[in-house]
Nanobody, 114 residues
Framework: QVQLVESGGGLVQAGGSLRLSCAAS????????MGWYRRAPGKQRELVAR???????TYADSVKGRFTISGDNDKKTVYLQMDSLKPEDTAVYYC????????WGQGTQVTVSS
């Protein structure tokens, strides 16, 4: 069984930074990709960032230039560095890893105040 544990969420003021971590455990072999989704109340789920097996990254237009996704294969951890945070970044952030199917973290709340 694959389990993902998220941490790093919290409350920050606009312009601040947070670093989210997602530590995976269990049988993980040749993942196709890893990344982060977010969901704000009343809004559609949004793919925030993705990193593929080859190392290429993709970001939502709304976070380009502000967020950075990275991974540590030895630690089986995916990170999301979030800088220049805006109130519209407020959401629950879910990490995921795609193997033969997608596994999800429990979600971590990010709240950005003005």
């Amino acid at each position: 069984q694959v389990q993902l544990v998220e941490s790093g969420g919290g409350l920050v003021q606009a312009g601040g930074s947070l670093r989210l971590s997602c530590a995976a455990s269990g049988s993980i072999f040749s993942p196709n990709g890893m990344g982060w989704y977010r969901r704000a109340p009343g809004k559609q789920r949004e793919l925030v960032a993705r990193i593929l097996r080859g190392g290429s990254t993709t970001y939502a237009d709304s976070v380009k230039g502000r967020f950075t996704i990275s991974g540590d294969n030895d630690k089986k951890t995916v990170y999301l560095q979030m800088d220049s945070l805006k109130p519209e970044d407020t959401a629950v952030y879910y990490c995921w890893i795609a193997i033969t199917e997608i596994y999800w973290g429990q979600g971590t709340q990010v709240t950005v105040s003005s």
